[in-house]
């Protein structure tokens, strides 16, 4: 607010960045400001998500890929641990690791209430969504507004790539495209070259 005192803002992020966007614009509606874009970049609600079934296999197979790339050796030495911490668990010589906590984050429950601003929402995402999510085109974010949610198509973007070519550009022409639906009186004219025509939005009630 230094370089902006008030509103209209424009805000978004990726990953935790989309959850520290989403904060700020709460704090800015609490203190009367608005938000006209709150940029959410292939970033999932953390709460009630995700298929906790199918989440477990995710984490192990990516446990077990981690471990086949290590040597032998420490192979060996982090299967004599889990064994070794498993059997002092059973007999009561170590307490099991506290896992309350992450469980009530990721799986708060049906009577879990979210925090929700008036803004609309934005959410710039890929195609392909990892498969242990339930399935939700607004990547959870509808029950987090109270004005709806918008949906940008990046049509070939990776996730872990969004923010590096070739990728970048698609992002750029999502983001360029809903500046110029939010403010029509910007310059048409695109900074990039070979602007993809293909991010497309989709309007959708929570």
Known sequence: RTI?????YYIGGTCEGARIAFEMTRILESEGETVDLLAIIDTWVVENTQNRSLWKIYYYYDKMRRLSSQPWSSRMAAVQKAVRNRLKWWTGSKSAPLKSEWIQT???????VPA???STITVFKIPKQPFY????PLLGWGSRT???????LVPHGRHLLLLR??????????LSKTLRRLRPDLPKTSHFRNEPESADVTAVSH
């Not at 109270?146 to 940008?152: A, F, L, Q």
């Not at 070519?165 to 999502?174: D, F, K, N, Q, T």
Request: glycine share 8%; proline share 14%; net charge negative.
């Open 165 to 174: 070519e070739p990728y970048v550009r698609e992002l750029a022409a999502a």
């Open 133 to 136: 999510y339930r399935p939700d």
């Open 106 to 112: 990721y799986w708060p429950g049906e009577n879990f």
């Open 4 to 8: 902006q005192p008030h509103g209209p």
């Open 146 to 152: 109270t004005s709806g949610v918008t949906t940008e």
């Open 116 to 118: 929700q601003v008036r």
